[in-house]
Structures are given as C-alpha cells and as structure tokens.
C-alpha cells in the first residue's frame, strides 16, 4: 500500500515541479509538496511579521515628529505596512493558517522576522 501511495506522491510532485518550471501560478488551494508548502508557509509568515514589527520604529517617532508634516508622512508609512503585513496575513490564512496562530507564534519567539528592527532608531 505504501509503495502506491509513494509512487503517486512520486508523480504528484513531478506533475508540480514541471508546473513551476513552465512558471505556471500556484494557488493556495493547488496540490504542493508537503515541503513546498512549509517553505511557502515560513517565508510568508516571516515577510508578515517583518512588515508588521517593521512598523514600531516609525510608530515610536510620531509623538515626536517635529511638524503636522511630518506626523502625517509617518503615520502614512506605518499605515502602509500595516495593510502590507495584513495582505500578507491573509495568505496565510489562505493556506490554512490561522491569523491569530500567526501572531502567537511571533509573539511566543517562535516566528522570525527581520532583525533589523530590533536595532534602536536613535534619530
């Protein structure tokens, strides 16, 4: 019974790798290699949680921004990646993951994202 099932993951996964290379679109509710799928799940969660974390610099500086000007510019950046990390949360979900579960795992340590944000934005 195994030896079937393998041979038709075998075939699935042929079928899927000649998909990417004809540079067809793969949909979240297409078959993908179990693999695939976790990469895909990774990257996405990581790209997510980097936009949305990416948003406490700016954030921290609007109360301090010297003009109306200025406050608006930012508050247009953090609004950007807000809607940027949401789109991103949405594909997610779309790959059956759920939006909370997500933030739980960045908030737990268990997710990454860019460390870059992690660096004190001093000016």
Known sequence: MSTVSSQDSAV??????QRIDRGDKIESQDWMPEGYRRTLLRQISQHAHSE???????GFWLTRAPSLHRKCVL???VQDEAGHAQYLYSAL?????DRDEA???LLAGRAKYLNIFNYPALT
């Open 93 to 97: 979900e779309s790959l059956g993951v």
């Open 103 to 105: 933030y739980q795992e």
């Open 75 to 77: 508050l247009a950046k």
């Open 12 to 17: 699935s996964e042929a079928v899927f790798a």
């Open 52 to 58: 949305y974390v990416g948003m406490l610099p700016e």
